[in-house]
Antibody, heavy 118, light 106 residues
């Protein structure tokens, strides 16, 4: 059974940093691109970042470019999102999702809440 | 940047057919994916590549895509279909989601 489990969310002050993790199981992580999608409270889905299976290709939404870094460790079956210079508008539930480029996101984690507030 | 436009809300009577649209410039040339999200839950893929249903999704869910509009159709709507629905495409290696449509089953 495919499972994605996010962790690392919490309360952080503006300007602070946080590192999210996504533990993957039930499939071969190295065969798939992975993605982060966030959802602010009461709002819609917003794509954050994508990383190819071998980390060769990485893309970011303009809203996080230069502040967030996506990475992965296939040997540890894990995906990461390093978030720096956090702003109030980064407050959201962050989901990791499996999906190769131009394919749908077929599996999603349950999400982890990040709250940026003083 | 590419934009997808969805109606904020759609209402349907129990047992009737609901249609949720997703508008975008020449969206017919792209593969459109649809997600269902119920309160407090992660999104679930219900239609991929315009009109294909993943395993476990009822046949009542169908999709089409042509010109500037993609459509998710839910036949014989049930109370359990009440949810937010999002369309999604890939555009130049970036991911675009529609703003989401709240489906209410009356």
């Amino acid at each position: 059974e495919v499972q994605l489990v996010e962790s690392g969310g919490g309360l952080v002050k503006p300007g602070g940093s946080l590192r999210l993790s996504c533990a993957a199981s039930g499939f071969t992580l190295s065969s798939f691109a992975m993605n982060w999608v966030r959802q602010a409270p009461g709002k819609g889905l917003e794509w954050v970042s994508s990383i190819s299976s071998s980390s060769s290709y990485i893309y970011y939404a303009d809203s996080v470019k230069g502040r967030f870094t996506i990475s992965r460790d296939n040997a540890k079956n894990s995906l990461y999102l390093q978030m720096n210079s956090l702003r109030a508008e980064d407050t959201a539930v962050y989901y990791c999702a499996r999906g190769n480029y131009y394919d749908p996101f077929d599996y999603w984690g349950q999400g982890t809440l990040v709250t940026v507030s003083s | 940047s590419y934009e997808l436009t969805q109606p904020l809300s759609v209402s349907v009577a129990l047992g009737q057919t609901a249609r949720i649209t997703c508008g975008g410039n020449n969206i017919g040339s792209k593969n459109v994916h649809w997600y269902q999200q119920k309160p407090g839950q992660a999104p679930v893929l219900v239609i991929y590549s315009d009109s294909n249903r993943p395993s476990g999704i009822p046949e009542r869910f169908s999709g089409s895509n042509s010109g500037n509009t993609a459509t998710l159709t839910i036949s014989r709507a049930q109370a359990g279909d009440e949810a937010d629905y999002y369309c999604q495409v890939w555009d130049s290696s970036l991911v675009v989601f529609g703003g989401g449509t709240k489906l209410t089953v009356l």
